[in-house]
């Protein structure tokens, strides 16, 4: 009971959104790198269908990890405390 109260405060506290905005920076560099880098560089970019499904593969992972880092970083708003509260009345 004493080590659930103590880590109360820690649970209740906001997650952090760091490894959402990872996946969503890996996610953003890599349609940079093949929309500028490559695609425009390479008229013939993807040459084959093993290139296209790896191209196609990577993007759909990179998806995934920043739309489930979004889900497993979001959480309810923040409680106000009754002391930042104010209440306007007549």
Known sequence: MHAALQIAPVLAA????VPFYIAGGLLVVWALVISLGVG???PDFPRNQGQQRAVMAVT???VLAAVSMAVVTSGP???ASPATTTTTGP
């Open 77 to 79: 708003p923040a409680k």
């Open 40 to 42: 425009l560089r390479k």
């Open 14 to 17: 906001e997650k952090s959104k």
């Open 60 to 62: 759909i992972l990179l």
